[in-house]
């Protein structure tokens, strides 16, 4: 994946990365960026560091945050020393200064997917004391069973899955209603389903799992102690 605000260098980015064999997308801010990180899930991140709106090391550092496995290689005219040495510690895993090589990037993104890809997803998922099993599609908390509907089970591994993150709306839309549109008009049966989730795990219980980010979504985390 490929974030560049710079159309014609995006465009040069992602003819050469799919020549190789790779599939591409692409965005042109942080927030489109972040969105898609999210949605698409790619193996690798080509990022820009000056973007419209927000700086490229904000959208790494949140990456970073929320545990998101990704492989980030900055690719900016930004290229001192100390400008290097920030966005690794930012959390980049390569740093590559504009203008560049592009055999050499190659070199740098095939280096990158071949470090060892994330074990597969467990049938067992827990949050606290909440548990899932995906084998049966139960839950539990405090070793108290949880009837949920089908659709409830969903949006609830979901969080599961994306725990410590931050969900948006148009990620439940697409992700567990499959609804392909960004701009979706669910949001009102989304945030009836995330009531109802949360009157069966959390309103019984004296720690809440299920927390609002205001004007961005929701996330699943046991609070800070």
Not at 22 to 28: F, L, M, P, Q, R
Not at 32 to 56: K, M, Q
Not at 57 to 69: A, H, P, S, V, Y
Request: proline letters at 4%; glycine letters at 6%.
């Amino acid at each position: 994946m490929i974030i560049e605000d710079d159309r014609r260098m995006s465009d040069a980015l992602a003819s050469g990365v799919e020549a190789a064999g790779y599939d591409v997308a692409t965005a042109s801010s942080a927030e489109e960026g972040f969105f898609l990180v999210h949605t698409e899930r790619p193996d690798l991140l080509l990022l820009d560091l000056t973007l419209p709106n927000r700086n490229g090391l904000d959208i790494l550092r949140q990456i970073r945050t929320e545990g998101i496995d990704i492989r980030v290689l900055i690719l900016t005219s930004h290229n001192t020393v100390e400008d290097r040495v920030e966005g690794l510690r930012s959390g980049a895993d390569d740093y590559l200064g504009k203008p560049f090589s592009f055999p050499e990037l190659m070199a740098r993104i095939e280096a990158l997917l071949r470090r060892s890809l994330p074990p597969s997803t467990p049938t067992s998922l827990t949050v606290g004391d909440l548990l899932l099993d995906t084998k049966t599609r139960s839950a539990s908390r405090s070793g108290e069973k949880l009837d949920l509907s089908g659709r409830e089970f969903d949006l609830l591994l979901y969080f599961v899955e994306n725990r410590g993150r931050t969900v948006s709306r148009e990620m439940l839309a697409k992700d567990v209603w499959r609804e392909t549109s960004r701009y979706t008009p669910i949001d009102n049966v989304i945030d009836v389903q995330i009531a109802r989730l949360r009157r069966k795990i959390d309103d019984p219980f004296t720690v809440k799992l299920l927390q609002t980010v205001r004007g961005l979504g929701f996330s699943l985390r046991e609070p800070q102690a």
